[in-house]
């Protein structure tokens, strides 16, 4: 026998068998592939694509950069020592109008007044006053020459003709089927006017947003202000329309000698604050548009000036939530073990009607609703509750001494426990009911006492079981909520508590996002360690 | 055969009821001297396996006595017992190595380490399978595992070994191969032994004695020859081998031998076993090898019978040949293939008759 061919083994048509096969399989794998696809189309949109959105607003933060462009650019250079100079009072001036004019001054608030209270009320305070700026220079000019009374003065001398055509044509169309062209600025006036280019390409996008058009609204006062402040040192460009191009050049002579609006002294009159460097290290902090700040914030840190620091010691509660949300976890996951394995084993070894029974009692929580069981367990678990009064009854504890058993963590973990208690039996069942009694049954007839056939033969063989329900009762409590809400009170809740608050109440999504992330990277870090003790393919949940 | 006193093992008017409505096992009584090998065999359900777990401790009889070593032992936990076990399934321990397998009933009797390898290796030698000792069950074939399951139950040296159907799992050859490895170590090791099976041939070659179950009771316990040549009861002579019945009524009785007149009309001979009254219906059964239709061959004043031919079978080694007789159509004989054998014609008359003493008039 020394058949010894070297090369691939060929099929009967002369193909190399592995084509041959491949061939053969791939007919049925698209098969499989298209049976697949309804469920891997809606994991796809309704758990992956969720959990990428979450691990992105974790870090997401382009709030500040968006609102505040002018201003987040500059702020980098600042050394955040004081207060920040002019220029950057001027930037945020001219970002603030533009924000004030699309509301977008209170969701910068809510964002930053997670990083520091106060900003946000700071922020709607200055939204109210910032529209001032600028009021001097345009009635200054519009005394010296009417034209600049007129709706369209900023968007003739800003925009090319060929733009003023089209927005106004655009005005003309029908709302519902046009696209507004986009702004086009004369280059050489943008040359020498850059700030009031940038800042009337704002305000032009704002009065397309409210389907208006730009040259039909009244220009907002702070477009004379920059105007106003970029005249002096720019030479008026020639291929601006004739009567503008003169009104520029009067312009410049009127408002010789006369004094602008100081941005920072307008923000320091409508609040001391914006005096105070505290503010502006944190929009400067904020700034960028990927941030780690939400991180730091969920293990209790905060960015300091030279790097993250330990928030003060009285507002840390973030870890001593997340070991607790651990712990207590655990501790559910260790009760069901101790009373499901049991009952388990009941259900494995009673005869086919009498299990059947008892499998429905196991089920019965499934079929009422999980709010009707919580709150029978405050029925049950209040001082004045069923257990307490037959403790008090017995004569176990006394009537001034009645257990604390609801609204702190015993709470939570006996009403959890009961909960959780199915998802810890049924794998465990059937993974048992497929151990035949004859193992048992041997281990005795080879001499092992009922303790240790039990121990030595039919554990081992029910640990793919207990390592399917521990992990599926650790990941469910871990998660839960709506249990620790009701009965845990104020030392019994989860971190999935704080998430639900801060997704439904404080609108800090960012910071959930956070949380959320480290709790699945936790989770993930806990079933690697488990596969590496354990090992995963050592979970059954049946067969 | 041996009294109870001196027997091994002993069941004595055991009855059994799962639910307390069925008599599963009726009325049980058997004895083993040492080191027999001993075959319970019997229909489904006849209630070998409760017996086997009555002795094995995991049942408990409702009624009689179970002695083992002229003790009984209706109290002592089945650990106590200490009677080796195969299981149909084998039981092997899925997580243990065949070597732990093995060592375990030393385990938990608390022998010493280095004796326990000696004694696990020895088991294995004794069944060929030392080379697998850090196997797992799984990766044994069925062959293999039965091999393990022996020699976990011989291990521990237990004097009583009980199997239930430990080759039911597996194909003829293997059957074959096996059922002869364990004969030959339960006589080596002079254990005493008692089989459970379906298969007849299986009884037959490998006991000492062999029970046959029917119904909760045992219908004859006897050496297989005479199980095989003398039925006492009809269901005996049914169950084991092929065997042909025809039916009809006693009409004389001679000492050793009776005439009975079968319902076609015919006169036969037999030898009346479980008939005692001329008159009383009978079932008589003769073996097919036992017919003969060579007239040569029979007495002179043998009663015959008229047989039409209605099929013959080539089988190799053996022709079977399928008559109509007295009315049935299922009358079998078997000839065997010799040089001078006639070969019969489908269609052909021929008269067949057998030696009185080979027809055994049994219950109706
Ligand atoms: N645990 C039990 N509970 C109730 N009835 C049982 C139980 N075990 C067996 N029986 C009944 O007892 C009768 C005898 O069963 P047993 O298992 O002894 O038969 P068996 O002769 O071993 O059959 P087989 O050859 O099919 O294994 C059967 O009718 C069976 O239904
Ligand atoms: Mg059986």
């Not at chain 1, 208690?421 to 009922?450: C, D, E, H, W």
């Not at chain 2, 009861?233 to 042909?244: P, R, Y």
């Not at chain 2, 060579?294 to 013959?312: C, G, I, M, P, Y």
């Not at chain 2, 008359?349 to 030696?355: A, D, K, N, Q, Y």
């Amino acid at each position: 026998m020394s058949d010894t061919t070297t090369g691939p083994v060929l099929a009967a048509d002369g193909r190399p068998l592995k084509a041959s096969l491949n061939r053969a399989l791939r007919r049925q794998k698209l098969r499989a592939m298209m049976l697949i696809a309804p469920l891997l189309i809606f994991i796809l949109v309704s758990f992956v694509m969720p959990i990428a959105d979450m691990l992105f607003r974790s870090v997401e933060n382009q709030i500040v950069s968006d609102t505040l462009p002018r201003t987040t650019a500059l702020l980098p250079d600042w050394d955040g020592e004081g207060a920040p100079d002019d220029m950057i009072y001027e930037a945020l001036a001219r970002d603030l109008a533009v924000a004030v004019e699309a509301k977008a001054h209170t969701r910068l608030g809510s964002r930053l007044n997670y990083e520091r209270t106060g900003i946000s009320s700071l922020l709607r305070k200055t939204g109210r006053g910032v529209d001032e700026i600028g009021e001097t220079p345009q009635d200054v000019l519009e005394g010296v020459n009417d034209i600049w009374k007129d709706r369209d003065a900023f968007g003739r001398l800003i925009g090319t003709s060929e733009w003023v055509d089209a927005i106004n044509a655009w005005d003309g169309e029908d709302s519902s089927t046009r696209i507004a062209p986009e702004f086009n600025a004369n280059s050489s006036f943008a040359e020498q006017f850059p700030g009031t280019t940038s800042l009337y390409a704002s305000y032009v996008l704002q009065s397309v947003s409210e389907e208006d058009n730009p040259l039909g609204e009244k220009p907002w006062p702070i477009l004379f202000h920059v105007l106003a402040q970029e005249l002096p040192s720019a030479t008026p460009p020639s291929d601006v329309p004739e009567e503008l191009a003169l009104a520029l050049r009067e312009a410049a002579t009127a408002l010789d000698g006369v004094v602008l609006d100081d941005p920072r002294a307008v923000f320091l009159d409508i609040d001391d604050d914006w005096g105070d460097q505290g503010v502006w290290t944190t929009i400067q902090t904020y700034g960028p548009a990927y941030t780690n700040g939400y991180f730091l914030n969920s293990i209790d840190m905060q960015k300091g000036l030279d790097g993250p620091e330990w928030r003060p010691e009285n507002e840390q509660i973030y870890i001593v939530l997340f070991i607790r949300t651990m712990i207590m976890s655990l501790t559910i996951m260790g009760m069901c073990v101790l009373l499901g394995y049991p009952i388990a084993w009941l259900l494995a070894n009673l005869p086919d009607r009498k299990a059947n029974m008892l499998m429905i009692l196991v089920l019965l929580p499934f079929w009422t609703s999980l709010l009707v069981r919580t709150s029978a367990w405050k029925v049950l678990l209040q001082q004045q509750g069923v257990i307490n009064d037959v403790l008090v009854w017995i004569g176990i504890v006394a009537d001034d001494g009645r257990l604390q058993l609801i609204n702190n963590q015993t709470g939570t973990i006996i009403a959890m426990t009961h909960i959780l208690l199915p998802f810890m039996i049924l794998p465990l069942y059937s993974v048992m009911k497929t151990i035949p009694p004859s193992y048992l049954r041997a281990a005795k007839s080879l001499g092992a006492t009922n303790w240790t056939a039990f121990w030595r033969v039919y554990f081992p063989q029910s640990v793919p079981g207990i390592g399917a329900g521990c992990i599926l009762v650790f990941i469910l409590s871990i998660g839960y909520y709506i249990t620790p809400e009701l009965v845990g009170g104020t030392k019994g809740v989860f971190i999935s508590n704080r998430i639900a608050y801060h997704i439904s109440s404080s609108l800090n999504w960012g910071l959930a996002a956070a949380l959320g992330t480290i709790l699945l990277a936790v989770v993930m870090l806990l079933y690697w360690m488990y596969d590496k003790i354990v090992g995963i393919d050592n979970v059954k949940l049946g067969g | 055969m041996t009294d109870t006193q001196s027997a091994f093992v002993a069941f004595e008017r055991v009855q059994k009821s799962y639910d307390g409505e069925v008599l599963v096992v009726k009325d049980l009584n058997l004895s083993m001297p040492k080191g027999e090998f001993l075959t319970m065999l019997g229909p489904s359900g006849s209630g070998k396996t409760t017996c086997l777990m009555m002795l094995a401790g995991f049942e408990t009889a409702t009624h009689g006595d179970i002695l083992l070593d002229g003790v009984s032992i209706n109290n002592i936990p089945p650990h106590k017992r200490g009677i080796g076990m195969v299981f149909q399934n084998y039981a092997l321990f899925p997580h243990m190595s065949v070597a732990e397998n093995l060592s375990f009933p030393l385990e938990v009797r608390k022998i010493g380490k280095s004796e326990r390898e000696e004694k696990v290796m020895r088991a294995l030698g004794r069944v060929q399978m030392q080379d697998f000792a850090g196997r797992r069950p799984a990766q044994l074939s069925g062959g293999q595992q039965q091999r393990i399951a022996l020699a976990r139950a011989l291990v521990f040296e237990p004097e009583l070994v009980l199997m239930d159907e430990p080759l039911g799992a597996l194909d003829k050859q293997l059957r074959e191969t096996l059922q002869f490895e364990i004969t030959n170590l339960a006589h080596e090791l002079g254990i005493t032994t008692v089989y459970v099976t379906h298969d007849q041939t299986e009884a037959l070659t490998m006991s000492d004695r062999v029970a046959v179950f029917d119904d909760g009771r045992i219908q004859q316990l006897a050496p297989p020859d005479q199980l095989y040549e003398q039925p006492e009861n009809s269901f005996v002579a049914q169950f084991i081998g092929e065997n042909n019945t025809l039916e009809g009524v006693v009409q004389e009785i001679q000492g050793n031998t009776c005439i009975v007149k079968l319902d076609s009309g015919d006169i036969i001979d037999a030898v009346p076993v479980n008939v005692s009254t001329v008159g009383e219906r009978t079932r008589v059964s003769i073996r097919p090898e036992r017919v003969e239709f060579n007239r040569e061959r029979l007495h002179a004043d043998a009663h015959t019978l008229k047989a039409e031919v209605l099929e013959f079978i080539y089988m190799g080694d053996i022709f079977r040949t399928r008559l109509r007789v007295a009315g049935t159509d299922e009358f079998v004989i078997k000839t065997r293939n010799a040089p001078d054998q006639k070969r019969l014609k489908p269609g052909e008359m021929i008269e067949i008759g057998w030696l009185a003493e080979d027809c055994r008039a049994l219950d109706a």
